[in-house]
C-alpha cells in the first residue's frame, strides 16, 4: 500500500503544467495554492516559463532543487502518462491527476491511458488519485491542491470562528465538484473540516484506501462519502467494519439510483453503478448511513459531531417548543422517521407543570408558550424533559432568527450540555442568525432547520448506537464447521456440478435437502398412470407442475393444477398440464410433471438469491409470492444471516406486521421462516461460485409452531463466473 501522508500530508509540492493565466484551470490551481499559508514548498513546473505567478519555474520535475513529495498533474491527457513516469523515476511518492480524458472518454485510447496510469503508480508505489479529479484541500495544513472556487479566500475561512464541539469532518468524494460542495455548503454551521479529498476515476487510490487512511491517522470523526461505485468490494466491507467498530460514521450519497442517473455515472467515470438495492444491502449490514441530499447529510454530520458520546439508547423522543404548532410539526416529522413521541410519566409532568401557563401543556411535546420561555428559557423545559425514563433524546423547538431568549439563556445551556447524557437538538423554525448559531455551538447542540432532518439524523443515531452494541456478537450460522456441514456443502456441489445450467423444482429440492431446506419433493412422473399412482400415495389432494427448464412461469403456461382430488383426476389433470405445455412450447424439453402433495393455507413470502456482480450473493425477502414483484416489499441482505440478522432483515418489510397477529388471523410461524433464511443464506455462502439465482417462491408461513411449506424452487447455476475461471486457468 503506497503511503497517503506524502499525498495529504508533503512538504514539497510541484505543479506540472503551472500558468500564469489564472482565468485557466492551470493558473487557477496555483493561485489557490498559493492564497493559503501552506507551511511547505510549491514548485511550479512549466516547459514554456521561467517563471509562474512571481515564482521560479522548473522544465521538469528532474530539475527541482530538492525532490518534491507531491506531484499535481495539470496537462493534457495525452501526456499524463510519460509525465507520471517521469515523476516515478524522480522519487515522488505521490501523485493528483486533475486532467481529464481517460476512461470517462467513449473509445480505448482513454482506458489505455488510464490503466497505463495505473501500473506505473504500482510500479513505484505512488499513492495516485484521478485522473478526472478535482483535487483536495488538507484543512489542517492549509493545503488546497484545487482549482474550486469553494477554496478561494473571497469564499471564506478554511476554519469556522467557533466550532461545534472538537470534532471534524472529512470529505472523500468520487466526485470532484460535489466533494468540495459538502464543504462549502457546511460553511457557517460551525463544522470543522479536516480533509477533502475527490479520487475521481480510481484508476489506482479508490475512496476505501483513503478513508482507511484517515482511521488509522485517528483525527476524522465523522465521514461524509459520495460514491458512483464500488471497485473493490471485498476493500470497502472492511474499511466500512473498521469504521463502524471505531465509532466513526460513514454518511455516503450513493448516486446512479435510478436508470438516467445510471447512464450519467457510466458515461462521466465509466464505472457501473450496479443494483441500488445491493448497495443499500450492504450499508444496512455495515451502518453505513445513507443520505439523500447534501443538506441532509451535513445535518447528520453536525448531529454526530455535537453529540458523538450521547448517541440516543432508543427512539422515544421528548419535544419542547414555545409554538404549539411548530411542535406538532417536529412530532410529525418524527414519526415520519420511525420515532415514537411517547405521552410524559405523571412525575416529570408534575415537575414542568408547575412552569407552564393554564394553556400550555406537558404531555408531550411539551408546550411551554412563549410565555414560559421568556420566564424560564430553553434549557429548563429541555431538563426536566430529558430527566424523564422514558424518554431517550430532546427536541427544543426555538426560533433562532432572534438571538435574544439564546443569549439570555447561555448560562443555563452550558450548564444542561455538561450535565446530561441524552442527545438534545435544537430546530428553528425560522432561519438563524449567526449570533444564534455561535451561541449554540459553544454549547455542543447542533442546529437545524429542517425538521425532518433533524428527526431522522436522531433516528440514524439510535440506529448506528443499537448496531455497534451489536457487533460483539458474531453470526450463529446453522451446523458450524461440523463434518456433518462439511458433507451436506460436498453432497450439494457435486449435484450442482452434474446439474445443467438451471435446476428446475425437482432437480433443485434435492440439492437444496442437504441444508434441511424444504420437505417433500413429491414424485416426477411422466404417464397418467404413473400421475394417477402417485397421487393416490398422499392421502389428499395434490398439486400437478410442469417440468421443463424452457417453462420456467408454469402457470402462465397452464403448466400448474392445484387442489387435485382422486386418481382419475390426477390422470386427467396430468393430460391437461401435459397438453397446455405442448400449446405453451411446443418445442420445449420436458422432463415430466411434478406430484405433490398440496400445504395447507398460510401466508406467502418469496425468498431468493441473488448474485450481485459486485457484492456476491445477497439473500432476499419479500412478501407476497408471485405478487412480489407488483407489490414491490423485499429486502436484501448479504449472507450469510444468524437469526437475528434474519429477523431484522422480515422487520425492514413494510407489511411486516401481516406475520403477527393481523385481523383475528393467529401469528405465521415466523420462526420456521427465519431457521429457512438461515440455513438459505448458509447455502448461498458455501456455494457462492456456482450459484447465480435462486428463487423459492412462493413459501407459505403456516401458523405458528406449524413450520413454512416450500410450494416452488428454482437454482440457476452461474455460468459468467465459470466462463471466467476456464479464461483464467487457460
Given at each position: ?242 469504521a463502524l467498530k471505531a465509532g466513526k460514521p460513514l454518511i455516503v450519497a450513493k448516486i446512479g439510483q435510478t436508470e438516467a442517473g445510471i447512464r450519467a455515472v457510466t458515461s462521466h467515470t465509466a464505472a457501473l453503478a450496479g443494483s441500488h438495492a445491493a448497495y443499500r444491502a450492504i450499508f444496512e449490514r455495515y451502518g453505513v448511513i445513507e443520505g439523500r441530499d447534501f443538506d441532509e447529510m451535513i445535518d447528520m454530520a453536525t448531529g454526530f459531531l455535537a453529540c458523538a458520546d450521547k448517541l440516543p439508547a432508543g427512539p422515544r423522543m421528548g419535544i419542547c417548543t414555545s409554538s404549539g404548532g411548530a411542535g406538532v410539526f417536529m412530532a410529525d416529522a418524527c414519526m415520519r422517521a420511525g420515532l415514537d413521541v411517547p405521552t410524559l410519566d405523571a412525575k416529570t409532568r408534575a415537575a414542568i407543570d408547575v412552569h407552564l401557563p393554564s394553556y400550555g401543556t406537558s404531555q408531550n411535546p411539551v408546550d411551554s408558550t412563549a410565555q414560559g420561555v421568556h420566564k424560564f428559557g430553553y434549557a429548563e423545559f429541555a431538563r426536566l424533559v430529558a430527566r424523564s425514563d422514558l424518554i431517550d433524546g430532546v427536541m427544543v423547538v426555538v426560533t433562532a432568527r432572534r438571538s435574544a431568549f ?325
Amino acid at each position: 500500500m503506497p503511503d497517503i501522508g506524502k499525498l495529504l500530508w508533503p512538504k514539497t509540492v510541484a505543479v506540472i503544467g503551472a500558468s500564469s493565466d489564472r482565468d485557466g484551470l492551470r493558473g487557477r490551481i496555483l493561485e489557490v495554492m498559493l492564497s493559503h499559508p501552506f507551511a511547505g514548498t510549491i514548485y511550479p513546473v512549466s516547459r514554456s516559463a521561467s517563471e509562474v505567478q512571481g515564482r521560479k519555474a522548473y522544465k521538469s520535475v528532474a530539475d527541482l532543487p530538492q525532490p518534491a513529495d507531491l506531484a499535481i498533474l495539470i496537462i493534457p491527457a495525452a501526456f499524463v502518462p510519460d509525465e507520471l513516469e517521469r515523476c516515478g523515476r524522480a522519487g515522488i511518492k505521490a501523485a493528483v491527476i486533475l486532467s481529464s480524458g481517460f476512461a470517462e472518454e467513449s473509445g480505448d485510447v482513454g482506458v489505455r491511458m488510464q490503466r497505463d496510469i495505473r501500473d506505473t503508480a504500482h510500479r513505484y508505489d505512488m499513492a495516485v488519485t484521478g485522473p478526472n479529479t478535482e483535487g483536495f484541500a488538507n484543512i489542517a495544513a492549509a493545503l488546497c491542491p484545487t482549482f474550486s472556487p469553494a477554496m478561494d479566500v473571497s469564499a471564506g475561512p478554511l476554519l469556522p470562528k467557533r466550532s461545534l464541539g472538537t470534532g471534524q469532518v472529512s470529505v472523500v468524494s468520487q466526485s470532484g465538484g460535489m466533494g468540495f460542495a459538502f464543504f462549502d455548503r457546511a460553511r457557517g454551521r460551525g463544522l470543522s473540516f479536516r480533509h477533502i479529498v475527490t479520487t475521481g476515476n480510481e484508476a489506482a487510490l479508490e475512496v476505501s484506501d483513503v478513508v482507511d487512511y484517515m482511521l488509522d491517522e485517528g483525527e476524522t470523526d465523522v465521514f461524509l462519502l459520495l460514491l458512483e461505485d464500488v471497485k473493490s468490494p471485498a476493500k470497502f466491507k472492511r474499511v466500512a467494519e473498521k469504521a463502524l467498530k471505531a465509532g466513526k460514521p460513514l454518511i455516503v450519497a450513493k448516486i446512479g439510483q435510478t436508470e438516467a442517473g445510471i447512464r450519467a455515472v457510466t458515461s462521466h467515470t465509466a464505472a457501473l453503478a450496479g443494483s441500488h438495492a445491493a448497495y443499500r444491502a450492504i450499508f444496512e449490514r455495515y451502518g453505513v448511513i445513507e443520505g439523500r441530499d447534501f443538506d441532509e447529510m451535513i445535518d447528520m454530520a453536525t448531529g454526530f459531531l455535537a453529540c458523538a458520546d450521547k448517541l440516543p439508547a432508543g427512539p422515544r423522543m421528548g419535544i419542547c417548543t414555545s409554538s404549539g404548532g411548530a411542535g406538532v410539526f417536529m412530532a410529525d416529522a418524527c414519526m415520519r422517521a420511525g420515532l415514537d413521541v411517547p405521552t410524559l410519566d405523571a412525575k416529570t409532568r408534575a415537575a414542568i407543570d408547575v412552569h407552564l401557563p393554564s394553556y400550555g401543556t406537558s404531555q408531550n411535546p411539551v408546550d411551554s408558550t412563549a410565555q414560559g420561555v421568556h420566564k424560564f428559557g430553553y434549557a429548563e423545559f429541555a431538563r426536566l424533559v430529558a430527566r424523564s425514563d422514558l424518554i431517550d433524546g430532546v427536541m427544543v423547538v426555538v426560533t433562532a432568527r432572534r438571538s435574544a431568549f439564546l443569549v439570555a439563556d447561555q448560562p443555563r445551556l452550558l450548564a444542561l450540555a455538561r450535565e446530561t447524557k441524552k442527545p438534545i437538538f435544537m430546530w428553528t423554525y425560522t432561519m438563524a442568525s449567526e449570533k444564534s448559531i455561535e451561541v449554540l455551538n459553544e454549547g455542543g447542540y447542533p442546529l437545524f432547520i429542517n425538521a425532518d432532518n433533524c428527526a431522522r439524523t436522531m433516528k440514524v443515531m439510535a440506529d448506528y448506537r443499537a448496531l455497534r452494541q451489536q457487533m460483539a456478537q458474531q453470526p450463529k450460522i446453522i451446523g458450524g464447521s461440523s463434518p456433518e456441514r462439511a458433507k451436506n456443502r460436498a453432497d450439494a456441489r457435486a449435484a450442482l456440478t452434474a446439474a445443467g445450467d438451471t435446476l428446475i423444482e425437482w432437480r433443485a429440492r434435492p440439492v437444496l435437502a442437504a441444508y434441511g431446506i424444504g420437505g417433500d419433493a413429491g414424485r416426477l412422473v411422466r404417464s397418467p398412470a404413473e400421475a394417477e399412482a402417485a397421487a393416490g400415495t398422499f392421502g389428499r389432494p395434490v398439486a400437478l407442475k410442469i417440468q421443463s427448464t424452457d417453462i420456467p412461469h408454469k402457470t402462465e403456461a397452464g403448466g400448474v393444477e392445484l387442489n387435485v382430488s382422486g386418481a382419475a383426476a390426477a390422470r386427467a389433470s396430468y393430460e391437461r398440464v401435459l397438453a397446455a405445455a405442448n400449446r405453451y412450447a411446443p418445442d420445449a424439453q420436458i422432463d415430466g410433471v411434478l406430484v405433490q402433495p398440496m400445504a395447507p393455507a398460510g401466508r406467502e413470502v418469496i425468498l431468493g438469491v441473488k448474485r450481485d456482480p459486485t457484492w456476491g450473493p445477497l439473500l432476499m425477502v419479500g412478501l407476497g409470492g408471485v405478487l412480489v414483484e407488483a407489490l414491490g416489499d423485499f429486502a436484501l441482505a448479504p449472507v450469510p444471516l444468524d437469526r437475528a440478522g434474519a429477523r431484522a432483515l422480515l422487520g425492514r418489510l413494510k407489511g411486516a406486521q401481516i406475520l403477527g397477529r393481523y385481523r383475528g388471523a393467529p401469528p405465521a410461524d415466523t420462526g420456521a421462516l427465519v431457521e429457512l433464511m438461515v440455513r438459505l443464506s448458509q447455502f448461498a455462502e458455501d456455494h457462492a461460485d456456482e450459484i447465480s439465482a435462486i428463487d423459492l417462491n412462493p413459501v407459505i408461513v403456516h401458523i405458528e409452531g406449524q413450520g413454512v411449506s416450500l410450494a416452488d424452487a428454482l437454482i440457476v447455476k452461474q455460468q459468467l463466473h465459470r466462463s471466467e475461471n476456464r479464461a483464467a486457468a487457460e
